[in-house]
């Protein structure tokens, strides 16, 4: 009998030895409901439970094309941010590599930040598929408000991606790669950040780096500040930022983006309109200004109402801010004279 089980035993640990890892290119697709080429992954396609994954994340992301991201597409082809090829700084960010790659879709490199841990996405083959079922549902979770408006609720997000192995912002990250038409071409990560290498839809090698960071004042944000340093100067993207550069605690922080950015790219909820000194940038408006949501109120920007009342720029087209109907879509564009 023992001398029967031998050859099974070692072609089992065979097996289990010759295994290749699945791609980071097919764990993003995988999550992102798309099809893969890894032949393991491809046989977990085949469950009725990630078929149901895919059809919900497809029936949504096709409903937000036609919503939205077609209309941004649009503005960005009439806009220089269509041409800019260098760094890309969009803070308080969290995954939402979505806009930066819409808005900026040419950029040699994206920094990305947030207090959301980078967590990971492991080895799917090699996870119960129960706890695939499980994980994917959270993931799905937290991408519902942003497929639903156009931004995260972060305590909402946090709360869906520390439930289980493929948490954190990885999985969001490679959601918006996947579906956006990115190629994969290497995932390292280094304590709180991650680096992606990947080629853009239109074949150009990019990078994305997203790191776990506070930047408060006194945050400790040293190094994460000296490393966007070193690829400054770039664009800065701001949306859906608490209107915490409205704040002297994140003076540090805001200052850091006047002084290193060729061209600001934001909703009003970035650097408040009265941090743009008239005689060193040149402010475009576009869209309407109504004010914050009620949630954030008490940051209403009379002086940035009056430039709106005085401008009347032309509808936007499309959603930027918190307010998610398109009729509210504001966008503020700053470069320096």
């Given at each position: 009998?023992?001398?029967?089980?031998l050859?099974?035993?070692l072609?089992?640990?065979?097996?289990?030895?010759?295994h290749?890892a699945?791609?980071?290119?097919?764990?993003?697709?995988?999550?992102a409901g798309?099809?893969?080429?890894?032949?393991?992954l491809?046989?977990?396609?085949?469950?009725?439970?990630?078929?149901?994954?895919?059809?919900?994340?497809?029936?949504?992301?096709n409903k937000?094309?036609?919503?939205?991201?077609?209309?941004?597409?649009?503005w960005?082809?009439?806009?220089?941010t269509s041409r800019?090829?260098?760094t890309?700084f969009?803070?308080?960010?969290?995954?939402?590599?979505?806009?930066?790659?819409?808005?900026?879709?040419?950029?040699?490199?994206?920094?990305l930040?947030?207090?959301?841990?980078?967590?990971s996405v492991?080895?799917?083959t090699?996870m119960?598929?129960q706890?695939?079922?499980?994980d994917?549902?959270?993931v799905?979770?937290?991408?519902?408000t942003?497929?639903?408006?156009?931004?995260?609720?972060?305590?909402?997000?946090?709360?869906?991606?520390?439930?289980?192995?493929?948490?954190?912002?990885?999985?969001?990250?490679y959601?918006?790669?996947?579906r956006?038409?990115?190629?994969?071409?290497?995932?390292?990560?280094?304590?709180?950040?991650?680096?992606?290498?990947?080629?853009?839809p239109?074949?150009?090698?990019?990078?994305l780096?997203?790191?776990?960071?506070?930047l408060?004042?006194?945050?400790?944000?040293e190094q994460?500040?000296?490393?966007c340093?070193k690829?400054?100067p770039?664009a800065?993207l701001?949306?859906?930022?608490?209107?915490?550069?409205?704040?002297?605690?994140?003076?540090?922080?805001?200052n850091?983006?006047l002084?290193?950015?060729s061209?600001?790219?934001q909703?009003?909820?970035g650097?408040?309109?009265?941090?743009?000194?008239?005689?060193r940038?040149?402010?475009?408006?576009?869209?309407?200004?109504?004010g914050?949501i009620?949630?954030f109120?008490?940051?209403?920007q009379?002086?940035?109402?009056?430039a709106?009342?005085?401008e009347?720029?032309?509808?936007?087209?499309?959603?930027?801010g918190?307010?998610?109907?398109?009729?509210?879509?504001l966008?503020?564009e700053?470069?320096p004279?």
């Amino acid at each position: 009998m023992k001398t029967r089980l031998l050859p099974a035993l070692l072609l089992a640990c065979t097996a289990s030895f010759l295994h290749a890892a699945p791609s980071a290119d097919d764990l993003a697709k995988f999550v992102a409901g798309m099809p893969v080429r890894d032949s393991a992954l491809d046989a977990r396609e085949k469950d009725t439970n990630w078929i149901g994954h895919a059809q919900v994340l497809d029936k949504k992301w096709n409903k937000m094309e036609q919503r939205q991201l077609g209309h941004v597409r649009d503005w960005v082809r009439g806009n220089e941010t269509s041409r800019f090829g260098g760094t890309v700084f969009y803070m308080f960010s969290g995954p939402d590599f979505l806009y930066a790659q819409l808005l900026f879709p040419n950029a040699s490199t994206y920094i990305l930040c947030g207090t959301e841990p980078v967590g990971s996405v492991p080895d799917i083959t090699q996870m119960a598929p129960q706890n695939v079922v499980g994980d994917l549902t959270n993931v799905r979770t937290a991408l519902d408000t942003m497929l639903t408006t156009h931004y995260f609720i972060t305590k909402d997000m946090r709360v869906d991606l520390t439930r289980g192995n493929i948490g954190g912002t990885l999985p969001i990250l490679y959601f918006f790669l996947a579906r956006t038409g990115c190629t994969i071409q290497s995932t390292k990560q280094s304590g709180p950040s991650v680096e992606i290498d990947f080629h853009g839809p239109s074949g150009r090698s990019q990078t994305l780096y997203y790191v776990k960071t506070d930047l408060s004042n006194g945050g400790g944000n040293e190094q994460f500040l000296s490393f966007c340093k070193k690829h400054a100067p770039g664009a800065a993207l701001l949306k859906s930022a608490s209107y915490l550069l409205h704040e002297d605690s994140f003076s540090k922080a805001r200052n850091w983006l006047l002084s290193n950015s060729s061209i600001i790219v934001q909703d009003d909820s970035g650097i408040p309109y009265r941090a743009f000194d008239q005689k060193r940038w040149n402010v475009r408006l576009y869209g309407t200004y109504t004010g914050p949501i009620s949630l954030f109120s008490k940051n209403y920007q009379s002086d940035l109402g009056a430039a709106y009342a005085r401008e009347k720029p032309a509808p936007l087209g499309f959603a930027f801010g918190y307010a998610w109907q398109v009729d509210k879509g504001l966008l503020i564009e700053a470069t320096p004279k």
